[in-house]
């Protein structure tokens, strides 16, 4: 079964200093997305950034960069240069499909960024 | 402006009555879906259509009832056979091939 394990529930950063905020993976599949996505306190969920299993190249958005370890089975998200708004949770999450449907997404259980001035 | 609209923002609900979440997208999406969050969770699939007229169950569909009658619409009825519904629930919408999902505000539920 298919599974995102996100380890750190909470994480504190200084701002303007960058962070970077754990994810491991679990598939038996080739093929598959992975996503970032941030929910502010208001509940919506922004997409961030995607990383396709067969991109050779770590995505980057941004300030936001997916550091994609396809051996490891990581893919970690870096947020440089912090700004008090990036406080929110941050949700780490897969699709069974590389370039297929991808609002089909078994999610991590996220972690807590805060930001301090 | 193109999106994604969930009615409503709050919603309280007797036990033992069905009640009826709104999801409306005008991005001309062909996928929508349906998720669960629950406090200090990630989120978790109720149900998915890719096409008018046709859906799909996801991980947690027990106790819940979708339809998609049309390409804008996709309702989803929470029914008294859902044992714990108190959560906040997830519309979201995707073009079927190679793209993100966006998603709506929520609604949360409250069961008292």
């Known amino acids: 079964a298919q599974k995102i394990t996100q380890t750190q529930p909470g994480m504190f950063v200084q701002e303007k200093e960058a962070v970077t905020l754990d994810c491991t993976y679990d598939?038996?599949?080739?093929?598959?997305?992975l996503f970032w996505y941030k929910q502010p306190s208001s509940g919506e969920m922004i997409f961030l950034i995607y990383q396709g299993s067969y991109d050779e190249q770590n995505a980057t958005e941004g300030r936001y960069s997916l550091n994609f370890q396809k051996a490891r089975k990581s893919a970690n998200l870096v947020i440089s240069a912090s700004q008090l708004g990036d406080s929110a949770m941050y949700f780490c999450?897969?699709?069974?499909?590389?370039?297929?449907?991808?609002?089909?997404?078994?999610f991590g259980k996220g972690t807590k960024l805060s930001v301090k001035p | 402006d193109g999106g994604i609209t969930q009615s409503p923002k709050y919603l309280f609900r007797k036990e033992g009555q069905n009640v009826t979440l709104s999801c409306e997208q005008n991005l001309n999406h062909d996928a929508m879906y349906w998720y669960r969050q629950d406090p200090g969770q990630g989120l978790r699939l109720i149900y998915y259509s890719q096409i008018v007229n046709d859906f799909q169950k996801g991980d947690i569909a027990e106790g819940y009832s979708v339809s998609r009658e049309k390409k804008e619409s996709f309702p989803l009825t929470v029914t008294s056979a859902q044992k714990n519904p108190t959560a906040f629930y997830l519309c979201?919408?995707?073009?079927?091939?190679?793209?993100?999902?966006?998603f709506g505000q929520g609604t949360r539920l409250t069961v008292v």
């Open positions: 598939t038996s599949d080739q093929s598959y997305g």
């Open positions: 979201a919408s995707s073009y079927v091939r190679g793209s993100e999902a966006f």
């Open positions: 999450a897969m699709s069974p499909n590389y370039g297929g449907s991808q609002g089909n997404l078994i």
